[in-house]
Structures are given as C-alpha cells and as structure tokens.
C-alpha cells in the first residue's frame, strides 16, 4: 500500500504545476469573470440604511418619510468617492438622469447636518421610477442584470423581462454582427483551406514541407504586425489596389479598408492555419487509392469527390472550423485596425466596459455570452463526433 501510495504522490507532484498553473490563469479568471456578471454589491455596500428601508417597499406607493431620511443619511455617510462613483454609475446605468440628479442631491445633503426635503432639491425625487431603481439596485447582491443587458434585454418595474428601447442599447447588433462575420470567416478559410490542404497531402518531400511552411508562416509573426501589414496592403494606394489599376481591372481604386470586406480578408489570412493542418492531418492519413479506385468503378472525379473524400475528410472539416470560429468569436485587434464603425466586434464593446466605462460587471456578462456560446458550439461537435463514431 505504500508503495502505491508513493506513486500516487509522485504522479500527483508531476501534474501539481499544470494544475496549479490551469487554476491560477484559467479557473481563477473564469470564476471571477462569472461572478462580476451576476454580482451587484454596489448600491447594498454605499446604500444600507435605504436597503433595509426599501426591503418593505411595495414600489408602487409614494416614498414614505423614512425611505428618504435613511436616503438622505446614506449620502451623508459616503465619503469615499470611487464608492460614491460606482454607485453612480450602476444606478445611472439603470435609468438615465441619475447621475446629475445623485451628484446634485449630494452636494445638497453635504450642506447641511439636518433633514432634507428631497423633492425641495429636485422635482424628479417624487417619481417613482427612481425610487424603484434604487430598490431594485438595494434588494439583491446577485442579479441578471447584466446578463440581460448584454442581449438587449432589462426587467421593468413589475420584474418582467421586457426589451430595451430601440436606441438605448446595441449590445444584440454587435453579437450577430459578430457571429455573422465569424460565419463569413470560417467560411472563407473552408473554400480556401480544403483545396490547400488536398493540394498538401497529394504531394511528398519539398513541396509539402514548401507548402506548409507557407501556411505556417503567419503564426511567427505577431498579430499586430501582421494586421498591420494588411493595413498597408489594403489601403487605396496599396499593392493591391495598385496592381489591380495596372492591370486595368479597375479605372478607380477598390474600397477594401474600413470595411467588411477589409476585415474578413485580413482575418481570414490569420486564422486560415487553423483550418488547413486540421484537414491535412485527416487527408494524409487516408489511402491514396481510394479515389482511382472510384474513378476506376466510373465515378466522375466531382461525384467521386462528394461520395469518398469529402465525407472521409469531414472530421477535418469540423475541427477546423470550431477553431476558426471560436478565435474568430474574440477576435479585437484586426476589426479594429482594418474595420469601420460598423464593423467592431463585441470584444470591443468588452474593452470598452472594462477600460473605458469601468463597468467590470457588463464586461463579465459579455464574455460570459461568448463562453455560452463556445461551449454549446464544442458540445455539438462532440455529439458530432459520437454519433460518426457510433455508424458501422
């Protein structure tokens, strides 16, 4: 027994870095990008004399006196200010008009040491709906709030999910937007990809060690470098414009920049190796003979294609493209640089709230989607993959 145990010890140091380093960069993040999408702590931590004063709100009666002297106290006591701006934020989010109507109201209660008439301050104290909001923010730690927004989505004050007015939000856009240009990408790098990769396998020595070296050559260079390269070659007086001008293809340079055209080529460019080794290393493990055999029984080469190769190379073909579309799904740096307005991605919309509005919970709910998404997509492929194992 405890010779089986030293071994077991022994084997369990091996993998103890792997495990720790998995834990440490994947699990770690993972579970603190799930949490900040769910968690909503703000408004309880800077708000709570008004959480417990709101707990029994029925949110359709006028505010009562006590709601507005525990508001009121809560204000007084918030002296840090990164809280205070949180706080803003995260109630401005909700409903516009929060932020000028907190900071005044603020400003007002530091004036003074006693009571204050909150609709005194300001008229849109006695609304409602911004009472609501701040129940709403003060009644839970954990919300879908995010969640919801990030599909374009919010609860109304009765707590059912409606849609956000048409204008407020674009959340739902970019994520088809990006899925569809995913789409168009790992579409791009099949009908590119699969002649490569045949032209690949169909030949030995130099030529094959040639053309996956070509195909390889991307991925030893930065991707900045490279976008930018597409940059330059792009633009209206790049080489390609250049060349299709003096060749008399076009009187007028092609606009292939600050568009989608731009973005998918580019991208397509990057991320076509990993669409070509997956097929080539299921084409160069079937015989060779199969298809003269085919063509030896009558087949035309087209029909032999379609009946013999094609399903035997499909595995290849999944593969491939589950990587290119879930890079694709995060890709930042090409949409940005080679893309317009209307061509940015959602991971952009990512580094906005976590950079530029701070807002680390919309920023968590957003990846969150792109993980769902991900997943789903490998769980497909897995049943796939069963299901051509399960066949005779």
């Known amino acids: 027994?405890?010779?089986?145990?030293?071994?077991?010890?022994?084997?369990?140091?091996?993998?103890?870095?792997?495990?720790?380093?998995?834990?440490?960069?994947?699990?770690?993040?993972?579970?603190?990008?799930?949490?900040?999408?769910?968690?909503?702590?703000?408004?309880?931590?800077a708000l709570p004399a008004s959480t417990n004063a709101l707990s029994d709100w029925d949110r359709s009666s006028s505010p009562t006196s006590e709601m507005s002297a525990a508001f009121v106290e809560d204000l007084r006591q918030i002296n840090d200010d990164q809280l205070f701006g949180d706080l803003v934020r995260r109630l401005n989010s909700a409903k516009a008009g929060f932020r000028t109507l907190i900071t005044k109201t603020r400003t007002a209660v530091k004036a003074t040491a006693g009571p204050i008439d909150l609709t005194a301050v300001d008229k849109r104290w006695a609304d409602n709906s911004y009472w609501q909001v701040i129940a709403i923010a003060t009644s839970s730690t954990i919300t879908d709030r995010n969640l919801l927004a990030a599909v374009d989505l919010e609860r109304n004050s009765s707590g059912a999910i409606d849609t956000i007015p048409a204008g407020a939000s674009a959340n739902r856009t970019i994520l088809i937007r990006t899925f569809t240009m995913a789409l168009a990408v790992t579409a791009a790098c099949i009908l590119i990809g699969f002649p490569f990769a045949m032209i690949a396998a169909s030949v030995e020595g130099w030529r094959r060690q040639l053309l996956l070296g070509a195909v390889l050559l991307p991925l030893w260079t930065s991707l900045l470098v490279r976008t930018a390269a597409w940059f330059i070659?792009?633009?209206?007086?790049?080489?390609?414009?250049?060349?299709?001008?003096?060749?008399?293809?076009?009187?007028?340079?092609?606009?292939?920049?600050?568009?989608?055209?731009?973005?998918?080529?580019?991208?397509?460019?990057?991320?076509?190796?990993?669409?070509?080794?997956?097929?080539?290393?299921?084409?160069?493990?079937?015989?060779?003979?199969?298809?003269?055999?085919?063509?030896?029984?009558?087949?035309?080469?087209?029909?032999?294609?379609?009946?013999?190769?094609?399903?035997?190379?499909?595995?290849?073909?999944?593969s491939g493209s589950l990587l290119v579309f879930m890079s694709a799904l995060g890709y930042y740096i090409t949409p940005a640089l080679i893309g317009g307005a209307k061509d940015q991605m959602i991971s952009s919309v990512i580094a906005y709230y976590a950079t530029g509005a701070a807002n680390w919970g919309m920023a968590g709910a957003l990846g969150l989607v792109l993980l769902v998404a991900t997943l789903l997509l490998y769980v497909v492929y897995l049943r796939l993959s069963a299901e051509r194992e399960l066949k005779p």
């Open 233 to 318: 070659l792009l633009q209206d007086t790049g080489l390609i414009n250049s060349t299709l001008m003096f060749l008399g293809l076009t009187t007028e340079p092609v606009s292939l920049i600050f568009n989608r055209v731009g973005v998918v080529i580019a991208m397509t460019h990057v991320l076509l190796p990993f669409m070509v080794l997956p097929i080539f290393s299921v084409l160069v493990g079937i015989p060779k003979t199969l298809m003269p055999a085919a063509a030896s029984l009558g087949a035309h080469p087209v029909r032999a294609f379609l009946a013999v190769l094609l399903p035997l190379a499909l595995r290849g073909v999944i």
């Open 1 to 45: 027994m405890s010779v089986l145990f030293r071994k077991q010890m022994v084997s369990l140091a091996l993998v103890a870095p792997l495990l720790l380093f998995l834990i440490v960069f994947f699990a770690f993040p993972l579970f603190t990008m799930m949490k900040s999408a769910v968690s909503d702590p703000v408004a309880t931590q």
